[in-house]
């Protein structure tokens, strides 16, 4: 069904296609709940997982910039989401850049997008946060800073602790977006002195939570599939551990086009914007494998890359990330994805031995051997 949807969609502009996507989406979450849920349902005891404190009935969830205001959290439940991450919030609402801001390279699975952190602010945010909760899944909130170059310095710090003051109170867990491509000042948070200070601000906030919530740091992708690592990620996870971090969300979208092959003139008629889907899943999980290996897997991995099949988040998995995202692959896939994935997760997790998910996160890395 979604098959006739879906051309019907790809008709349409990326953007008008999305938002007539999330109509559709609210429609069904208030009309037809129990409907879809019993649609989309897949159970797995081999898929429940306790991390971060938390309990999810899957691993895998809706990567941030799909529900950017947070209309659609019982609609992830309903499709069988493990949890959800909404956002990115920025402190004051935001239009973000003009449009078209939104391609699909069909022929590469992939798309690009320079939406520029278009969102209706946290204060309104946090408001439907605060009218949903308790909410039926895990919900992450995403934070970045506003997307307006005057914003800098003790300004850009403030900014994502207004959003964290308005949201966190009504989440499971924050993921601080240092990487996000499409800010007209470039990835500025991506900075250890920076990331420093933002911890410093952002961490004795959440102390004084009456439940102090998870903080996950979300990075870029490495520069090349052969991972030469720059020293920055690990002064980044340095700066991390020291402010006890929990996790790193691995990753955004890359900003380069080596990974593409695609004409340079369709490229260039596109523009600039972050990269995601297909061709970004090797690298992503590169960086999850390195992340897992560098933290000797003491840090929550959540590995988010050109995920679209249960084999893929499988391969995230075994890379060391206890958690799994997805967008590109919802575009292509519709909403069924997450219970295609979950049923062929479950049946690669049986056909290898594994009872839980948790046993074979890392299973592809050199500290597997680690004791539980
Ligand atoms: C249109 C679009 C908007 C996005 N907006 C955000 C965002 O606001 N915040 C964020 O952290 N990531 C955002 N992302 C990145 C995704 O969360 C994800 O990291 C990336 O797309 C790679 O996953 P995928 O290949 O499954 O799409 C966006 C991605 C797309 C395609």
């Known amino acids: 069904m979604y098959e006739r949807f879906r051309r019907f969609l790809f008709r349409l502009d990326p953007e008008r296609a999305h938002n007539l996507g999330i109509v559709a989406a609210r429609m069904g979450q208030r009309l037809l709940p129990g409907m879809l849920e019993r649609r989309f349902a897949f159970e797995s005891e081999r898929l429940h997982t306790e991390v971060l404190g938390q309990s999810f009935a899957s691993p895998v969830g809706i990567a941030a910039g799909f529900d950017k205001n947070a209309r659609l959290i019982p609609f992830w439940g309903i499709l069988g989401c493990g949890f959800a991450e909404v956002g990115s919030i920025t402190a004051k609402r935001s239009k973000g850049n003009r449009r078209p ?4 390279l069909e022929e590469a699975q992939a798309i690009i997008n320079r939406m520029g952190l278009n969102n209706q602010g946290a204060a309104r945010i946090g408001r439907r946060l605060a009218k949903g909760s308790p909410h039926p899944l895990p919900v992450a909130i995403s934070l970045a800073k506003t997307h307006d170059p005057s914003i800098e310095g003790a300004a850009a710090i403030e900014d994502f602790a207004t959003s964290f003051s308005a949201c966190a109170p009504f989440a499971s867990m924050v993921v601080l977006n240092l990487s996000c491509p499409n800010t007209a000042e470039g990835r500025t948070f991506e900075d250890p002195n920076a ?3 933002l911890l410093t601000r952002i961490v004795p906030l959440n102390q004084a939570l009456d439940n102090p919530l998870p903080i996950l740091i979300k990075l870029s992708p490495p520069v090349s599939d052969r991972f030469v690592l720059d020293s920055e990620v690990d002064e980044l996870l340095d700066v991390s551990r020291a402010h006890n971090v929990a996790g790193v969300v691995a990753s955004n979208t890359e900003s380069g086009r080596d990974l593409l092959d695609v004409p340079q003139s369709k490229l260039d008629a596109i523009g600039p914007g972050g990269l995601s889907g297909a061709p970004l899943r090797s690298r992503s999980t590169a960086l999850v494998r390195y992340l897992y290996e560098k933290t000797e897997g003491t840090m929550t ?4 890359g050109g995920v679209s099949s249960g084999a893929h988040a499988y391969e995230k998995i075994r890379a060391g990330a206890s ?12 909403p069924a994805v997450f219970q295609r994935i979950k049923q062929d997760l479950a049946g ?3 056909r290898d031995g594994f009872a839980t998910v948790a046993e074979a996160v890392g299973a592809d890395t050199e500290i597997s051997a680690r004791p539980v």
């Open 348 to 350: 690669l997790l049986e």
């Open 323 to 334: 958690l799994v995202q997805l967008y590109t692959g919802m575009v292509y896939e519709g």
């Open 101 to 104: 801001r939104a391609f699909r």
């Open 195 to 197: 990331l420093d200070e």
């Open 301 to 304: 991995i959540v590995g988010v």
